[in-house]
């Protein structure tokens, strides 16, 4: 799927605008259940470190085409010709950011490639091992014979790992350490070493896991394991949810599933999800399902359009630099109080010590601890009812 380039003049506006507010604070972005946040008192260190090669001059902006694997925007890249930049964001918050300031994006740029390959490809790795290097090769095999990969990655996410993985795919052109960060890079030659490439190709992709009961792949959050706070939330579910529900931050559809499966008076299921390799993922996973299904790929935090008998939910609560952001989890509980019908009921799941009661409060006429375990609490909240 591609989103195509803004070109009225109200959207070039507000992408000049937008850009400009770039040069004080950033996006940031990690796996699902981390979210992103906008601040004027954060930057984006691996963005700025992955254009430093070019606005120092070891690097030329090439006049062929470039793409963006994990695109974030960010003053850094506004330095530089983007009409023929494509990016590639499949986290639902970074890409309508991207699309807002006009550029082309897509979910996934396999079936987007250029004929005759990309002269440029930029990449911002993630965290997880396998995704990484998955990416790394993805950004060779979709660059142009001779065509250069330049990647970035802060120190503390594996970034010397990550150089030592480009320099087994391709031979290393040069490093530079930044803002905390490596930034490294690579042409595509004949000299590559292709059956590594075509071997990390395949890491990151889906696979049964947990003895079969569900599909999942490296990157998503909580991807070979139940996380302890969903498995205690699935194991509170009342028997008696009915009705229309809503999962959102649905991940790969472990707590919908559970749902289906304990709550056989539920007719219909709308899973929002963030990251669209998870929701992907949900589809699959959910495909039996005898409710009826609706997969949004959306940001929660900008509120859901639906009214809900019930609502789940395991809400995120880390930014990318991995501290405590309660903010993103209050803003769930808003839009979850939005989306119910009167009575309709919240069952939610959190950090024991996460300050969520007070919007609970706000937002509810009734709110209850289920249960506490191993750090983790089990909250129902009931709507208040019309008078």
């Known amino acids: 799927m591609i989103f195509p380039r803004a070109i009225d003049a109200g959207t070039a506006c507000r992408a000049i605008a937008s850009a400009a507010a770039l040069g004080a604070g950033r996006i940031a972005t990690s796996a699902s259940h981390s979210w992103p946040y906008v601040s004027n008192a954060h930057s984006d260190p691996a963005l700025d470190a992955?254009?430093?090669?070019?606005?120092?001059?070891?690097?030329?902006w090439p006049e062929g085409p470039v793409l963006f694997l994990r695109a974030r925007d960010g003053w850094a890249l506004r330095q530089f010709p983007l009409d023929k930049l494509l990016c590639e964001q499949s986290f639902k918050p970074a890409a309508d950011d991207l699309m807002r300031t006009g550029l082309d994006v897509v979910e996934d740029a396999s079936s987007h490639a250029s004929a005759d390959g990309?002269?440029?490809v930029l990449v911002l790795p993630p965290r997880q091992r396998d995704e990484a290097r998955t990416l790394l090769a993805r950004a060779l095999s979709l660059a142009a014979p001779g065509g250069m990969v330049v990647a970035s990655m802060p120190n503390d996410e594996g970034a010397k790992a990550g150089e030592g993985d480009m320099k087994r795919l391709a031979t290393l052109s040069g490093s530079l350490s930044k803002h905390h960060c490596r930034v490294f890079w690579a042409r595509r030659t004949e000299s590559n070493d292709d059956a590594l490439r075509s071997e990390?190709?395949?890491?990151d992709a889906p696979?049964?896991?947990?003895?079969?009961?569900?599909?999942?792949r490296p990157g998503v959050f909580a991807w070979d394991r139940i996380d302890a706070a969903s498995a205690l939330l699935a194991a509170h579910f009342p028997a008696d949810l009915a009705g229309h529900g809503?999962?959102?931050?649905?991940?790969?559809g472990f707590l919908s599933a559970e749902v289906l499966k304990r709550c056989p008076?539920?007719?219909?299921?709308?899973l929002y999800e963030a990251e669209a390799r998870a929701l992907a993922l949900a589809r699959g996973n959910l495909r039996d399902a005898a409710a009826t299904l609706a997969f949004h790929w959306h940001d929660v935090t900008t509120g859901v359009s639906g009214q809900y008998d019930f609502v789940v939910m395991n809400p995120p609560f880390h930014a990318q630099g991995r501290e405590?952001?309660?903010d993103i989890g209050r803003r769930f509980i808003e839009v979850a109080a939005t989306a119910l019908k009167p009575r309709g009921r919240l069952w939610l799941v959190a950090n024991r010590h996460l300050p969520y009661e007070s919007v609970l409060d706000a937002g509810f006429g009734q709110v209850r601890t289920v249960a506490e375990r191993d750090g983790f609490k089990v909250i129902e909240a009931v709507k208040a009812g019309r008078a």
């Open 207 to 216: 696979r049964p896991v947990l003895e079969g009961r569900l599909v999942s």
């Open 118 to 120: 990309y002269a440029l």
């Open 50 to 60: 992955l254009l430093l090669p070019f606005r120092q001059g070891d690097l030329r």
């Open 324 to 326: 405590d952001r309660p």
């Open 246 to 252: 809503a999962d959102l931050g649905a991940g790969h």
């Open 200 to 203: 990390w190709l395949r890491l």
């Open 265 to 270: 008076g539920v007719t219909a299921l709308d």
